[in-house]
Protein backbone atom coordinates (compact mmCIF):
# COMPACT_ATOMS: atom_id res chain seq x y z
CA UNK A 1 0.00 0.00 0.00
CA UNK A 2 2.75 2.52 0.73
CA UNK A 3 3.89 2.00 -2.52
CA UNK A 4 0.91 2.96 -4.14
CA UNK A 5 1.06 5.97 -2.34
CA UNK A 6 4.21 6.93 -3.63
CA UNK A 7 3.67 6.16 -7.43
CA UNK A 8 0.48 8.19 -6.86
CA UNK A 9 2.73 11.51 -5.90
CA UNK A 10 5.32 11.03 -8.38
CA UNK A 11 2.18 10.43 -11.23
CA UNK A 12 0.97 13.54 -9.46
CA UNK A 13 4.01 15.51 -9.54
CA UNK A 14 4.73 14.05 -13.15
CA UNK A 15 1.83 15.70 -14.74
CA UNK A 16 2.48 18.83 -12.75
CA UNK A 17 6.16 18.43 -14.46
CA UNK A 18 4.88 18.04 -17.77
CA UNK A 19 2.95 21.52 -17.66
CA UNK A 20 5.24 23.31 -15.95
CA UNK A 21 7.94 22.25 -19.38
CA UNK A 22 5.24 23.47 -21.69
CA UNK A 23 3.78 26.87 -19.89
CA UNK A 24 8.02 27.66 -19.71
CA UNK A 25 8.22 27.61 -15.87
CA UNK A 26 11.49 27.93 -14.21
CA UNK A 27 13.42 24.83 -13.97
CA UNK A 28 13.13 25.18 -10.05
CA UNK A 29 9.55 24.34 -10.00
CA UNK A 30 10.80 20.34 -11.80
CA UNK A 31 13.30 20.43 -8.93
CA UNK A 32 10.77 21.33 -6.04
CA UNK A 33 8.20 18.62 -8.04
CA UNK A 34 10.50 15.73 -7.86
CA UNK A 35 12.44 16.28 -4.44
CA UNK A 36 9.12 16.75 -2.64
CA UNK A 37 6.60 15.13 -4.75
CA UNK A 38 3.54 15.46 -2.22
CA UNK A 39 4.16 18.95 -0.57
CA UNK A 40 5.57 19.85 -4.02
CA UNK A 41 2.72 19.13 -6.28
CA UNK A 42 0.32 20.78 -3.82
CA UNK A 43 2.34 24.55 -4.17
CA UNK A 44 2.16 24.23 -7.75
CA UNK A 45 -1.41 23.54 -8.05
CA UNK A 46 -2.22 26.61 -5.52
CA UNK A 47 0.58 28.75 -7.19
CA UNK A 48 0.35 28.07 -11.30
CA UNK A 49 -2.02 25.34 -12.38
CA UNK A 50 -5.22 26.63 -10.70
CA UNK A 51 -4.77 30.53 -11.24
CA UNK A 52 -4.18 29.27 -15.09
CA UNK A 53 -6.61 27.17 -15.51
CA UNK A 54 -10.13 27.96 -17.34
CA UNK A 55 -11.80 27.63 -14.06
CA UNK A 56 -10.29 30.53 -12.80
CA UNK A 57 -9.96 32.34 -15.96
CA UNK A 58 -14.16 31.92 -16.31
CA UNK A 59 -14.17 33.27 -12.32
CA UNK A 60 -12.38 36.35 -12.72
CA UNK A 61 -14.19 37.20 -16.07
CA UNK A 62 -17.46 36.23 -14.12
CA UNK A 63 -16.44 38.61 -11.06
CA UNK A 64 -15.34 41.71 -13.74
CA UNK A 65 -18.46 41.32 -15.71
CA UNK A 66 -20.92 41.34 -12.52
CA UNK A 67 -18.10 44.37 -10.88
CA UNK A 68 -19.06 46.26 -13.73
CA UNK A 69 -22.87 45.74 -13.91
CA UNK A 70 -23.16 46.83 -10.64
CA UNK A 71 -20.75 49.61 -11.02
CA UNK A 72 -20.86 50.50 -14.83
CA UNK A 73 -18.83 53.84 -14.47
CA UNK A 74 -15.93 52.84 -12.13
CA UNK A 75 -13.37 52.32 -14.89
CA UNK A 76 -14.24 55.64 -16.27
CA UNK A 77 -14.12 57.15 -12.71
CA UNK A 78 -10.52 55.88 -12.01
CA UNK A 79 -9.19 56.71 -15.40
CA UNK A 80 -10.34 60.57 -14.46
CA UNK A 81 -8.93 60.35 -11.24
CA UNK A 82 -5.90 59.01 -12.24
CA UNK A 83 -5.67 61.82 -15.35
CA UNK A 84 -6.71 64.67 -12.85
CA UNK A 85 -3.22 63.64 -10.52
CA UNK A 86 -1.12 62.83 -13.30
CA UNK A 87 -2.20 64.45 -16.49
CA UNK A 88 0.65 62.12 -18.71
CA UNK A 89 -0.10 61.21 -22.00
CA UNK A 90 -0.86 57.54 -20.80
CA UNK A 91 -3.33 58.59 -18.73
CA UNK A 92 -4.51 60.53 -21.15
CA UNK A 93 -5.09 57.78 -23.68
CA UNK A 94 -6.03 55.41 -21.13
CA UNK A 95 -8.79 58.34 -20.25
CA UNK A 96 -9.58 57.91 -24.13
CA UNK A 97 -9.78 54.00 -23.92
CA UNK A 98 -12.16 54.67 -21.15
CA UNK A 99 -14.80 56.61 -22.59
CA UNK A 100 -14.56 54.07 -25.67
CA UNK A 101 -15.37 51.49 -23.45
CA UNK A 102 -18.18 53.59 -21.95
CA UNK A 103 -19.76 54.45 -25.33
CA UNK A 104 -18.60 57.91 -25.36
CA UNK A 105 -16.68 58.52 -28.92
CA UNK A 106 -16.62 62.01 -28.70
CA UNK A 107 -15.20 62.15 -25.85
CA UNK A 108 -12.58 59.41 -26.82
CA UNK A 109 -11.52 61.29 -29.43
CA UNK A 110 -11.00 64.53 -27.48
CA UNK A 111 -8.43 62.79 -25.76
CA UNK A 112 -6.51 61.08 -28.61
CA UNK A 113 -6.54 64.47 -30.81
CA UNK A 114 -4.60 65.93 -27.53
CA UNK A 115 -2.22 63.27 -27.58
CA UNK A 116 -1.92 63.41 -31.29
CA UNK A 117 -0.41 67.11 -31.08
CA UNK A 118 2.52 66.12 -28.97
CA UNK A 119 5.44 63.95 -28.70
CA UNK A 120 2.88 60.71 -29.66
CA UNK A 121 1.57 62.24 -32.68
CA UNK A 122 2.75 59.44 -34.71
CA UNK A 123 2.06 56.85 -32.18
CA UNK A 124 0.11 53.95 -34.03
CA UNK A 125 -1.48 52.71 -30.97
CA UNK A 126 -2.79 56.52 -30.53
CA UNK A 127 -3.64 56.32 -34.31
CA UNK A 128 -5.06 53.34 -34.17
CA UNK A 129 -7.87 54.39 -31.28
CA UNK A 130 -8.44 57.62 -32.68
CA UNK A 131 -9.46 56.02 -35.58
CA UNK A 132 -12.06 53.71 -34.25
CA UNK A 133 -13.37 56.05 -31.96
CA UNK A 134 -13.91 58.10 -35.33
CA UNK A 135 -15.34 55.56 -37.06
CA UNK A 136 -18.28 54.82 -34.24
CA UNK A 137 -18.63 59.07 -33.99
CA UNK A 138 -18.86 59.35 -37.90
CA UNK A 139 -15.89 61.14 -38.92
CA UNK A 140 -15.18 58.51 -41.73
CA UNK A 141 -12.27 60.91 -43.31
CA UNK A 142 -10.68 61.36 -40.55
CA UNK A 143 -10.45 57.47 -39.27
CA UNK A 144 -9.06 56.97 -43.16
CA UNK A 145 -6.29 59.68 -42.88
CA UNK A 146 -4.93 58.22 -39.89
CA UNK A 147 -5.49 54.00 -40.69
CA UNK A 148 -3.83 55.04 -44.56
CA UNK A 149 -1.07 56.93 -42.04
CA UNK A 150 -0.26 54.15 -40.00
CA UNK A 151 -0.41 51.62 -43.00
CA UNK A 152 2.46 53.59 -45.10
CA UNK A 153 4.72 54.60 -42.01
CA UNK A 154 4.31 51.18 -40.18
CA UNK A 155 2.65 48.35 -42.36
CA UNK A 156 3.60 45.54 -39.79
CA UNK A 157 1.79 47.23 -36.76
CA UNK A 158 -1.43 45.63 -36.55
CA UNK A 159 -2.70 44.80 -39.78
CA UNK A 160 -5.86 43.07 -39.58
CA UNK A 161 -7.22 45.31 -37.31
CA UNK A 162 -6.05 48.13 -39.13
CA UNK A 163 -7.44 46.52 -42.49
CA UNK A 164 -10.97 45.63 -40.75
CA UNK A 165 -11.47 49.34 -39.59
CA UNK A 166 -10.33 50.83 -43.14
CA UNK A 167 -13.19 48.80 -44.87
CA UNK A 168 -15.65 50.22 -42.44
CA UNK A 169 -14.20 53.46 -42.49
CA UNK A 170 -14.54 53.42 -45.85
CA UNK A 171 -18.12 51.88 -46.10
CA UNK A 172 -19.07 54.80 -43.80
CA UNK A 173 -17.70 57.06 -46.58
CA UNK A 174 -19.51 55.97 -48.94
CA UNK A 175 -16.52 54.71 -50.78
CA UNK A 176 -18.33 50.88 -51.41
CA UNK A 177 -15.99 49.75 -53.72
CA UNK A 178 -13.15 50.22 -52.02
CA UNK A 179 -14.66 48.87 -49.31
CA UNK A 180 -15.49 45.98 -50.94
CA UNK A 181 -11.62 45.02 -51.83
CA UNK A 182 -10.22 46.33 -48.59
CA UNK A 183 -12.62 43.36 -46.70
CA UNK A 184 -11.65 41.17 -49.78
CA UNK A 185 -7.98 42.19 -48.83
CA UNK A 186 -8.48 41.12 -44.89
CA UNK A 187 -10.45 38.15 -45.77
CA UNK A 188 -8.10 37.24 -48.16
CA UNK A 189 -4.68 37.59 -45.31
CA UNK A 190 -6.05 36.93 -42.17
CA UNK A 191 -9.75 34.68 -42.56
CA UNK A 192 -10.38 35.46 -38.70
CA UNK A 193 -13.94 35.06 -37.93
CA UNK A 194 -14.17 38.55 -36.91
CA UNK A 195 -13.23 39.76 -40.41
CA UNK A 196 -15.37 37.33 -41.81
CA UNK A 197 -18.27 38.35 -39.77
CA UNK A 198 -17.96 42.04 -40.59
CA UNK A 199 -17.28 41.47 -44.62
CA UNK A 200 -20.74 39.13 -44.46
CA UNK A 201 -22.63 41.93 -42.71
CA UNK A 202 -21.37 44.91 -45.06
CA UNK A 203 -21.96 42.85 -48.03
CA UNK A 204 -25.28 42.25 -47.25
CA UNK A 205 -25.71 45.60 -46.22
CA UNK A 206 -24.36 46.82 -49.76
CA UNK A 207 -25.96 44.63 -51.61
CA UNK A 208 -23.57 42.05 -52.64
CA UNK A 209 -26.13 39.00 -51.87
CA UNK A 210 -23.71 35.82 -53.27
CA UNK A 211 -20.89 37.33 -51.10
CA UNK A 212 -23.00 37.62 -48.18
CA UNK A 213 -24.56 34.09 -49.06
CA UNK A 214 -21.06 32.39 -49.04
CA UNK A 215 -19.66 33.94 -46.09
CA UNK A 216 -22.75 33.27 -44.24
CA UNK A 217 -22.23 29.92 -44.75
CA UNK A 218 -18.94 29.24 -44.39
CA UNK A 219 -19.38 31.22 -40.87
CA UNK A 220 -22.28 28.66 -40.17
CA UNK A 221 -19.81 25.77 -41.11
CA UNK A 222 -16.78 26.90 -38.76
CA UNK A 223 -19.35 27.50 -35.81
CA UNK A 224 -20.62 23.99 -36.04
CA UNK A 225 -17.36 22.44 -34.57
CA UNK A 226 -16.82 24.95 -32.02
CA UNK A 227 -16.45 24.27 -28.24
CA UNK A 228 -18.99 26.15 -25.53
CA UNK A 229 -15.97 28.19 -24.29
CA UNK A 230 -15.06 29.45 -28.17
CA UNK A 231 -19.05 29.69 -28.52
CA UNK A 232 -18.78 31.89 -25.37
CA UNK A 233 -15.93 34.01 -26.13
CA UNK A 234 -17.76 35.10 -29.60
CA UNK A 235 -20.81 35.32 -28.00
CA UNK A 236 -21.30 39.53 -28.86
CA UNK A 237 -20.05 38.15 -32.44
CA UNK A 238 -22.81 35.79 -33.30
CA UNK A 239 -25.31 37.87 -31.57
CA UNK A 240 -24.32 40.90 -34.59
CA UNK A 241 -24.29 38.21 -37.40
CA UNK A 242 -27.41 37.16 -35.80
CA UNK A 243 -29.52 40.26 -36.02
CA UNK A 244 -28.19 41.67 -39.32
CA UNK A 245 -28.57 38.43 -40.69
CA UNK A 246 -32.45 37.92 -38.71
CA UNK A 247 -35.27 36.55 -41.12
CA UNK A 248 -33.29 36.65 -44.65
CA UNK A 249 -32.72 32.83 -43.83
Request: charged fraction near 20%; glycine fraction near 6%; proline fraction near 4%.
Amino acid sequence: MPYIGVGLHLFIALFFAIHAVRSGRDIYWLMILFFFPGLGSIVYFFAIYLPDSRITHKLNKTVASAAKSLDPGRDLREALQAFDFTPTAQNQVALAKAYMANGDAAQAIHHYDICLQGPFANAPDIRLGAAHAKILNGQAQGAIELLEGIRKSTPDFSPEQVSTLLAQAYSKDGRMQDAGAEFAHANHHFGSMEIRVEYAIWALQAGEQSIADQLYTEIQQTMKHWSKDTKAMNRDLIKRLSTAFAGRK
